[in-house]
C-alpha cells in the first residue's frame, strides 16, 4: 500500500509569511494526525482527527496554526503568520480504527525553516 | 496529561553486544506501548510494540517488556548490528487504535563495528 504522502518536503520562508503543509494518509486510516517535532525531541501532537472531526486540538497554537480535513481524507496544515520558533519537521500520521491498534505510519515530513 | 520519560538520551555498544532503552509513564490509563526508530532525515518507523494485557513481546532480536504496576517498560535489542544506529523513541498511548500518543524525547544509539 502507498504510505503516507506529504508535501512539500522542505520549506524555508520569512518570518511573518503563511505557510501550508499538505497531507495524504494511507487508504482507509480513519485517524489522522499532525506532529512537530524539534530538533533532538520527540514528536508533539498538535491535532489528531477522527474522519473529518478534530478530537483533539489542544496543543494546536489556535492563533497562528489551523488545519482542516475535508472529506476525512488528505489534510492541511496552516501557520500564519510564522513565527522563527515555528523552524521544525511537521510530521503527519495515520492509523487504522482496529481493537488491536497497529501504531502510526508517518509520512517524510516537512522541514519548515523561518528565516 | 501523559509523561513519558526515556533513559538513556545516548547509548553506545559494540557491535553483538545487547542494548536496553527504558521508559516510564505517568498515565496509568495509557494501554498501548509502540517503539519507533528514526534514521537520520528519515521518518519514525513502528518497530514494534505491546499492549497493557501483555508483558512482554519479541520479534526476532527486538523485545519489549511492560511493567503495569511500575508504570515503565523497556526495548532489548541483542547481538546489535551497525545498521541498528538510529533514534529510539517510545510512546505511550490509549484508545482502541493508536490514539494519542506521547512520546519520549529519544535514545540514540551508536552500534559500533
Known amino acids: 500500500e502507498a504510505g503516507v504522502v506529504q508535501s512539500p518536503r522542505y520549506k524555508i520562508i520569512e518570518k511573518k509569511q503563511p505557510v501550508a503543509f499538505w497531507c495524504n494518509p494511507i487508504?482507509?486510516?480513519?485517524?489522522l494526525y499532525w506532529y512537530r517535532q524539534n530538533l533532538g525531541q520527540g514528536p508533539e501532537l498538535l491535532i489528531r482527527y477522527e474522519n473529518e472531526e478534530a478530537v483533539d486540538d489542544s496543543q494546536l497554537p489556535k492563533d497562528r496554526f489551523s488545519a482542516e480535513r475535508l472529506k476525512g481524507v488528505d489534510s492541511t496544515l496552516k501557520i500564519q503568520p510564522a513565527e522563527l520558533g515555528d523552524s521544525a519537521v511537521y510530521l503527519c500520521a495515520s492509523s487504522r480504527y482496529i481493537g488491536t491498534g497497529s501504531g502510526y505510519t508517518f509520512g517524510s515530513g516537512t522541514r519548515l525553516t523561518v528565516v | 496529561g501523559e509523561n513519558v520519560e526515556q533513559h538513556p538520551s545516548t547509548l553506545s555498544v559494540q557491535e553483538g553486544d545487547s542494548a536496553v532503552i527504558k521508559c516510564t509513564y505517568s498515565d496509568s490509563a495509557s494501554n498501548y506501548f509502540p517503539w519507533y526508530k528514526q534514521e537520520l532525515g528519515k521518518r519514525p518507523q513502528l518497530i514494534i510494540d505491546?499492549?497493557?494485557?501483555?508483558g512482554e513481546k519479541k520479534d526476532q532480536r527486538i523485545a519489549v517488556t511492560l511493567n503495569k504496576t511500575a508504570k515503565h517498560f523497556s526495548l532489548h535489542i541483542t547481538e546489535t548490528q551497525p545498521e541498528d544506529s538510529a533514534v529510539y523513541f517510545c510512546a505511550a498511548s490509549w484508545g482502541a487504535n493508536a490514539g494519542k500518543s506521547t512520546f519520549g524525547d529519544g535514545t540514540t544509539l551508536t552500534v559500533k563495528p
Open positions: 487508504s482507509g486510516h480513519n485517524t
Open positions: 505491546i499492549r497493557s494485557n501483555v
